[in-house]
């Protein structure tokens, strides 16, 4: 059925049949292009269905009996339709459809208002399953949509049925040229938008999410570590003063136990037990992953730790983050190295120059390092992995010459 730029269709969601192998039978109006789906209740085999003629073909007489209800869905909307033609100027497709449910005045979802309140919902994970500064990132990603709104459309918000593919490609441009974000930012600031539209969806706010068809421009980081000539210089460094002396010993025991800053910073003596084996462990929860991880401690990490017995809970002195780094630029230029120098590096010091080319097999350096899966390492390591392959082969071809 259709009138000027008003049309029904009836078809099936064949990506959600059931086990009984029946599809649900979707109701699609369009006005100006603009589309509103919902689902008729109905469930239908494939087999039975004619799209082209719009019609159940089953000769059940109960199936048949839908037809007469899906014609009586057309009729009552192209009933509505030109009753809104003579009622009204500028009604949409959503008019049409809340006209058709009975209520007029049904409230619509906007986009903003919708993310706020996905906000507020997350929000109260914090400290179950879900940390603080992870939740600030949501809500940046929140501020970020709504600057572009503002800068862009005087702040008028949008029906979230309306967001569709161009809007997303739209915002990405903003992102990059507006706010100079790089593509590894621009990146992350669209996948949590993306959730954001996954529940929309399990909240039956919208039928499809707009970032289908969207592909990420996901890029290949480089990993930065210290090669074993530059962790050995490190190592042998004698700063004067206290401070630097300090940040050495830290960075040099993260190089050998791979624990992140926060890790590092918060590590108290009950972290510290005795395993298995007789051999001191350091046993956490992975702030990142959530994840229980127990990395041995190393001769060279164990002699840095027993240097820094102190009455405190806390293992090591205090220092922010953005302190250490700064003092560790000042190591770098004491031993020539020109590398960027942060925290970080210690890290990935640990999975590739003191695990990884030491034939740790990549299953033990994705559990100390408490990844939430293989893959994440493999994805992070893989060219290191192939180096010390291309090295072993290497060896191999001059000891079969």
Not at 102 to 123: A, I, P, Q
């Amino acid at each position: 059925m259709q009138n000027d730029s008003f049309k029904v269709l009836f078809y099936l969601r064949k990506a959600k049949t059931n086990s009984r192998g029946v599809a649900p039978l979707t109701c699609r109006i369009t006005l100006n292009k603009k589309r509103k789906e919902f689902s008729t209740g109905y469930f239908v085999l494939d087999k039975d269905w004619d799209a082209s003629k719009q019609l159940i073909i089953s000769k059940s007489t109960e199936l048949k009996s839908i037809n007469t209800q899906l014609n009586q869905i057309s009729q009552l909307f192209l009933q509505i339709f030109n009753t809104l033609l003579l009622e009204k100027e500028g009604f949409d497709v959503d008019d049409v459809y809340n006209r058709y449910k009975g209520d007029t005045d049904k409230y619509v979802t906007y986009l903003l208002e919708f993310y706020v309140n996905y906000l507020k919902r997350m929000e109260q994970l914090i400290g179950i399953d879900m940390k603080k500064p992870t939740w600030k990132k949501h809500e940046n990603a929140y501020l970020n949509l709504k600057g572009y709104i503002q800068a862009n459309y005087k702040g008028k918000d949008f029906k979230i049925q309306d967001i569709d593919l161009s809007f997303i490609k739209d915002y990405e441009f903003y992102l990059k040229t507006n706010r100079k974000f790089s593509q590894a930012t621009v990146n992350k600031v669209l996948q949590r938008l993306k959730k954001m539209f996954t529940f929309a969806i399990e909240q039956n706010e919208i039928i499809q999410n707009p970032f289908n068809g969207y592909r990420f421009n996901l890029l290949k980081k480089e990993v930065i570590y210290l090669t074993t000539e530059e962790l050995k210089a490190v190592e042998k460094a004698k700063p004067t003063q206290p401070r630097l002396v300090l940040v050495k010993d830290l960075f040099v025991f993260c190089c050998y136990t791979g624990l992140a800053f926060n890790e590092m910073a918060n590590l108290k003596l009950s972290n510290i037990e005795k395993g298995f084996d007789g051999k001191l462990w350091i046993s956490l929860l992975r702030e990142k992953t959530n994840k229980s991880v127990s990395i041995p401690i190393l001769p060279k990490a164990k002699a840095i730790l027993d240097q820094y017995s102190t009455d405190s809970d806390l293992v090591f002195p205090k220092l922010s983050n953005q302190k250490f780094n700064s003092y560790l630029k000042e190591i770098a230029d004491i031993v020539g190295i020109e590398k960027n120098l942060t925290h970080h590096i210690a890290r990935k010091t640990f999975a590739s120059t003191v695990l990884l080319y030491n034939d740790v097999p990549i299953e033990i350096v994705s559990e100390l390092l408490g990844h939430s899966s293989i893959k994440v390492t493999q994805e992070s390591y893989a060219r290191l992995s192939n180096k010390k392959v291309s090295e072993t082969m290497i060896r191999l071809s001059k000891i079969l010459k």
